[in-house]
């Protein structure tokens, strides 16, 4: 079993959805939680970053984390084309050297005009 | 972007040829990371630096190496590459530690033949 769970996909929805993604994980000792979108071909760009449980809203992104239920979800409004690409979630214990970030699998997300 | 270069940026190879990987940062961060990417896998920690010639190994290190002689240069090293190395390779870099934001480079494409 894989320490984050995320749904591959892909995940199409029409312009201007309400995209919701997830990971579970089974860790309870992380602590921080972060989303990175990658689009095709380049690297990883951080999202959102949250620290403990608790949502985050960055325009039209918001970062959800119930540690209770080992649970992150990020919401995207009124999603863009612009908005496709595949997207990251990952989490470390916090330790500087120790607590090693472990991401999920990734899911793509394409938003039709 | 942070000022993170990957060389070389494609490359194929033949099995049992040593390769290396460049990254290099003009941002003067103390973490440095390599990654691969593959289907089904996210993101797979190799190996990371948190300072000069200080290096651990990661979740995926068996058949690579690296070394970090300057705070700007990070190496990865395939001693003897396998088709199983056929990956796309990141590097990121970080302030101070896995709790931070990282920032990724463009990425290695590596065909191992």
């Known amino acids: 079993q894989k320490e984050v769970e995320q749904d591959p996909g892909p995940l199409s929805v029409p312009e201007g959805a309400i995209v919701s993604l997830n990971c579970t994980y089974s860790n309870s000792a992380f602590q921080y939680f972060m989303w990175y979108r990658q689009y095709s071909r380049k690297g990883p760009e951080l999202l959102m970053y949250t620290y403990s449980s608790g949502n985050k809203e960055d325009g039209r992104f918001t970062a959800q984390v119930d540690k209770s239920s080992k649970y992150i979800s990020l919401f995207i409004r009124d999603s863009q084309p612009s908005d496709s690409a595949t997207y990251l979630c990952a989490m470390t214990f916090g330790s500087s050297n120790t607590g090693k970030l472990i991401f999920g699998q990734g899911t793509t997300l394409q938003v039709k005009p | 972007d942070a000022g993170i270069t990957q060389s070389p940026r494609h490359k194929v190879t033949e099995t049992g040829t040593p390769v290396t990987l460049r990254c290099h940062q003009t941002?003067?961060?103390?973490?440095m990371y390599w990654y691969r990417q593959d289907p089904g896998h996210g993101l797979r920690l190799i190996h990371y630096s948190y300072g000069v010639k200080d290096t651990d190994k990661g979740e995926v290190s068996d058949g690579y190496s690296v070394s970090r002689s300057k705070t700007e240069d990070f190496l990865l090293t395939l001693e003897s590459a396998t088709s199983s190395q056929t990956s796309v390779y990141f590097c990121a870099i970080s302030e101070s530690g896995f709790q931070e934001t990282q920032y990724f480079g463009p990425g290695t494409r590596l065909l191992v033949l």
């Open positions: 941002e003067n961060h103390r973490y």
